[in-house]
């Protein structure tokens, strides 16, 4: 077993979902997180079984949309039937239906609902510091590896050789890395690194065809925002598939993602925290509703968006 919390979420609170997550990997909580831990191959239903079974605690993000969620009702009844700790997290001053009712009724719950996101994480880590031990005992005891033999001492002249030896390797390698630094100019988009794991976010229009991409980067030391990738598709030229790197602001439960195009700044997409959004055409009063898809990128298509970006082209799924 090598996680420590399931957790269970309706698509329409991933931005909640995600920021907990982060948070609670952050804490040092090692969680299992659908699409993200799915390996390639394995139907849902089987890896979100198999997981539900190993791991001692669900934890539930309770709203709305997860209230009528025909998949976390079967969720909790595997759940159930396992005999794991089930702590549902409430963000909306929402009652369980019949259907989650009897799975829910004698949980203990945590209420975060009216809370600012950030209050609302620390509350769930006070309400984890509980079940330390349970986590304690799950996880696998870790023995040290093995000291290594000290080596038998070698002849002088043996050293020697040795020394003249690793001497003339660094040598090759330092004349190797100044000529490619001569003959390659430098790049900024170079210092740009994925998120990990890294996974890109979609919010659709299906009506109108169109849609934003975001795919987060690690943090850069030059910007104190969080930094994505964001691409519009559907929306015409000349943005039509073009790759931003972006800077993310966030403010009462929701995401702005905003651009420099010719020294101006321009917001491309906002979105709330319940997955709805809308994408605004730079420098156009031309504005579409989209909304949070449960689609998912594996981690080679993420990379490649960024190696898209670095080479200066636009997006191709």
């Not at 070698?154 to 330092?174: E, N, Q």
């Not at 943005?239 to 929701?254: A, P, S, V």
Request: glycine residues 6%; aromatic residues 8%; charged residues 20%.
């Amino acid at each position: 077993m090598t996680h420590d919390i399931f957790v269970s979420y309706s698509t329409r609170d991933k931005l909640f979902a995600d920021a907990l997550v982060h948070r609670l990997e952050k804490a040092g909580y090692r969680c299992w997180y659908a699409p993200r831990d799915i390996a390639a191959g394995v139907a849902w239903p089987q890896a979100i079984s198999q997981a539900i079974r190993e791991i001692p605690l669900m934890l539930l993000v309770f709203s709305g949309a997860s209230n009528s969620s025909d998949e976390i009702s079967r969720e909790l009844t595997l759940a159930s039937s396992n005999k794991r700790i089930v702590l549902p997290v409430r963000i909306e001053n929402v009652l369980p239906g019949a259907g989650l009712e009897y799975h829910l009724a004698d949980r203990h719950w945590l209420d975060v609902f009216g809370l600012e996101e950030e209050a609302a994480i620390n509350r769930v880590l006070e309400g984890l510091a509980s079940y330390a031990p349970i986590f304690a005992a799950a996880r696998p005891d870790e023995t040290p590896a093995p000291a290594p033999a000290a080596p038998s001492p070698d002849s002088p002249s043996r050293s020697r050789g040795l020394w003249i030896l690793l001497a003339s390797l660094l040598l090759i390698l330092l004349v190797g890395a100044l000529a490619f630094w001569f003959e390659r100019a430098p790049d900024d988009t170079d210092a740009l690194s994925l998120h990990e794991p890294p996974s890109l976010v979609h919010y659709v229009n299906d009506n109108l065809s169109i849609a934003a991409h975001t795919l987060r980067l690690n943090p850069s030391p030059d910007s104190p925002l969080p930094q994505y990738l964001v691409t519009l598709t559907g929306i015409g030229e000349p943005f039509d598939g073009h790759i931003f790197l972006c800077q993310q602001r966030e403010k009462n439960n929701t995401l702005r993602f905003d651009a420099t195009i010719d020294d101006r700044s321009f917001v491309l997409l906002i979105v709330d925290h319940r997955g709805r959004g809308m994408i605004y055409q730079p420098g156009s009063a031309r504005e579409y509703p989209v909304l949070l898809s449960p689609r998912d990128n594996n981690a080679a298509s993420a990379r490649h968006m960024l190696k898209m970006y670095r080479q200066g082209k636009r997006w191709t799924e």
